[in-house]
């Protein structure tokens, strides 16, 4: 049976569920899937390493953090056949997250919104959960982990946190990724202005250099932007990234913005909206960012890839990688083979 017809199956049912509860159905049974050997069945994709970062990936398409928040589910995910996977966003300290229900589908148009607002284990948990995966044990392919800062940390306090994590996670991170852009976390978004920036970079750049010398292994940050900014916004961003020699820049976030939706079951919930609507916005940012950093480092294209055509419209924009959530829940595991095979081709 194909990866297409099993999800065409499959799909009606985790659809008849609450959305949180059909990620934490689908999550657990693609890790017993895993651990029974059941994935080895699931093609997957040729290989196309690109090198981005220093790292040599083994194909371009990869998973955006945010559906494996604590790094609980690496091996089963892994199997799906990306080319690099994403965890998190993690925080120092374990914390709930905001009130259920939390996410919301919006199929008409290809879309989530969600304001889960950080729920994890915290760091330590974290950690524990990656160690355990056989993806980190046997050095089976790339790992970002994605950072964040607690709800209640003072965003004045923000790079505490930030800082706390990147030295628990640095010593089994592929990269670690810097996450500034969720709206779902009061203020984070200040942190993608001038000084606030510029600060918060000085600050991490410090440490990477220190962590690097400690552990005698350099490990790439990549910071994580939002849409929802304009084209001075951008080039501040971009100016930052480039004094700060920052790694990699990942863009974009989730919306918002509802201009897209308006009128639909959930449109005005309040939270990110990820999936077809944020698609031409994202690559408006990936446009202006790869105009603005004229390939001083690499950008990490993210934000309603639902087919191979989308993947492609994102490198040419500028990307040198995608990244995949909201289309992997509306097409199933068959989008990733799809977007690398499309990717391929075009070399």
């Known amino acids: 049976m194909s990866d297409k017809l099993l999800y065409a199956l499959t799909r009606p049912l985790l659809f008849s569920l609450d959305p949180e509860t059909a990620h934490n159905v689908a999550l657990p049974a693609l890790k017993h899937a895993a651990a029974c050997g059941l994935t080895s069945l699931i093609a997957r994709p040729q290989p196309d390493p690109r090198t981005v970062m220093g790292i040599t990936f083994p194909n371009p398409v990869g998973l955006a953090a945010g559906l494996d928040k604590d790094g609980a589910y690496i091996d089963g995910l892994a199997a799906l056949g990306f080319g690099f996977i994403e965890v998190g966003t993690v925080t120092p300290r374990a914390q709930p997250g905001n009130p259920q229900p939390r996410i919301f589908r919006l199929p008409a ?4 919104i969600n304001r889960m607002g950080f729920n994890n284990g915290g760091v330590d948990a974290f950690v524990a959960n990656v160690q355990a995966s056989k993806f980190y044990q046997n050095k ?19 790079a505490d946190d930030y800082l706390h994590c990147l030295e628990k996670v640095y010593p089994y991170a592929s990269y670690v990724t810097v996450n500034i852009s ?11 202005g001038g000084s606030e920036l ?3 970079l000085s600050k991490l750049k410090d440490a990477q250099r ?4 400690q552990h005698m292994r350099y490990v790439p940050i990549a910071l994580k932007i939002a849409p929802d900014v304009d084209s001075e916004q951008v080039k501040s961003i971009a100016s930052a990234l480039v004094h700060h020699k920052m790694d990699a820049v990942i863009a974009t976030n989730t919306t918002i913005t509802r201009d897209a939706v308006k009128g639909m079951p959930h449109a005005e919930e309040t939270g990110g909206l990820s999936g077809a609507p944020v698609f031409e916005m994202s690559n408006t940012v990936i446009r202006a ?4 950093l004229k390939g001083a480092l690499p950008i990490i294209g ?4 639902l087919s191979g055509k989308d993947a492609q419209a994102k490198i040419d924009a500028g990307a040198s990688l995608v990244q995949l959530y909201t289309g992997l829940i509306y097409r199933g595991p068959g989008l990733v083979k799809e977007c690398a095979a499309d990717l391929r081709k075009v070399r």
């Open 140 to 158: 089976e392919g790339v790992l970002g982990l994605n950072i964040g800062k607690n709800a209640d940390t003072p965003i004045e306090h923000a």
């Open 289 to 292: 960012l790869s105009a603005e």
């Open 210 to 213: 220190r962590l690097a010398d």
């Open 109 to 112: 148009a290809n879309a989530i």
């Open 302 to 305: 993210v934000g309603g890839i």
């Open 198 to 200: 510029d600060a918060l």
């Open 182 to 192: 969720s709206p779902n976390t009061k203020n984070l978004r200040q942190l993608q």
